[in-house]
């Protein structure tokens, strides 16, 4: 990682209209933890606009500050989404600042399919990388490695699967940055002991391409704006057009 | 548990000023998740206000309805944080939400210390719950039997510990309100598969009475306008005052 945990810093959030907000919120909640252990690292949402934007379980989102006021924090985390995400992919202003921003961050990071901005961006290309699960194709047809696991890193950037994924990921940078003792008073806060009551997850029954028609006109219908980026989308992996879009 | 799982219905967040937002998203998004499975299921946020409260980590959040909108619904999810919380149950519009609700439905839950807001509501006496950890001591002195448990259940009651416990227990409630290959898709949609990169919380070096100084001092300077309240949250449970208070 780009960070030796020295000096603290600003942690900084994307937030955007439709997103997920459990992509943000579990993250944000255990950075934030950090405050008691490590004041010295600050978390601040940032978005476009100050207004209240929505997500997708109807609660409405309010952003701390505005791309202007945090152009250079020194994480950058960005969470993901479903068909708002791949709308965000296009959005020039989001784009704008994603790129701004990670030219100087020691680390940037995403939840789920915050990864496809990043990707959008060009700043996972010829990486290995990971996001939601059901995304994986969209991530592989931007040029990056997809990695299976719960989170991944490669160089500055750390990304990891869908949603809930982000908790682990943001306890082991909260390690990063401080210290693991740090990262477990943080967890213990959080009370993050996780008892899954229907057990884990069972890999070997799920197919990680279930969900492509379903994500590939998400591509169709939200990038309508941006005909390059939707043709790179819809390209499948061996460079053949892939349906009518 | 008091609902079949027939019918469907709605399921209420309570949104109110400084809360942990962790412990409502998390749910929010197991439960929200329903909608592709079970549509009969609908979510809403509501607050005393339509305006953006504060929470605990600088993001603000809006409600979707008013109590006035939704006074009757079918399934009532409470969550906590810290000293704001211990103001809230204080509060005579919150009380007063909580028991109108409470009353016609077939599950009320809490997420962390939001069992205390039911607590002070009168609702946990003599049943067994659970709430965060660090603050066990004041849900014993309102009367109910603290579980160190995930998530504990006793009639219509559902408490869950810590913020991250509110997944836990929301996909177990997932499962009743639908059926557990439902519960499983949602999991699946929220990649819930977790792995603390810490590892598991550490229960044995956990000092469970660690936090009760900060607990209790919250109590005393959030609750100056509740004598008689404060005066029970600050009794040892072998009924002698603490402190100040």
Chains 1, 2 share one sequence.
């Not at 960070?3 to 810093?9: C, P």
């Not at 252990?37 to 379980?57: I, N, Y």
Request: net charge negative.
């Amino acid at each position: 990682m780009g960070t030796d945990g020295e000096g603290g810093g600003t942690i900084a959030f994307l937030l955007y209209p439709g997103l997920t907000p459990l992509d943000m919120i579990g993250p944000l909640q255990v950075l934030g933890g950090l405050h008691t252990v490590a004041p010295e690292w600050k978390t601040v949402v940032v978005g476009e606009r100050l207004q209240p934007v929505d997500s997708d379980v109807g609660v409405r989102l309010s952003p701390q500050a505005t791309f202007e006021d945090v152009p250079a924090p020194d994480v950058l985390l960005v969470p993901g989404g479903g068909a708002p995400t791949i709308r965000a992919m296009g959005d020039e202003g989001i784009r704008g600042y994603i790129l701004g921003a990670a030219e100087g961050a020691h680390v940037v990071g995403s939840v789920c399919t915050g990864a496809l901005l990043l990707a959008a961006a060009g700043l996972l290309e010829g990486r290995r990388a990971t996001t939601h699960w059901g995304y994986h194709m969209l991530l592989e047809r931007l040029g990056a490695t997809y990695v299976p696991e719960r989170w991944v890193e490669d160089g500055g950037f750390m990304t990891s699967a869908g949603v809930s994924a982000g908790i682990d990921m943001a306890l082991e940078l909260a390690a990063r940055l401080t210290d693991e003792g740090r990262a477990r008073l943080v967890q213990l806060g959080i009370e993050y002991d996780p008892h899954p009551p229907q057990g884990p997850i069972e890999w070997e029954r799920v197919d990680r391409n279930l969900l492509q028609p379903v994500v590939e006109q998400h591509v169709r219908g939200e990038l309508t704006h941006r005909p390059e980026l939707q043709r790179r989308l819809l390209r499948d992996q061996d460079g053949t057009r892939r349906g009518a879009g």
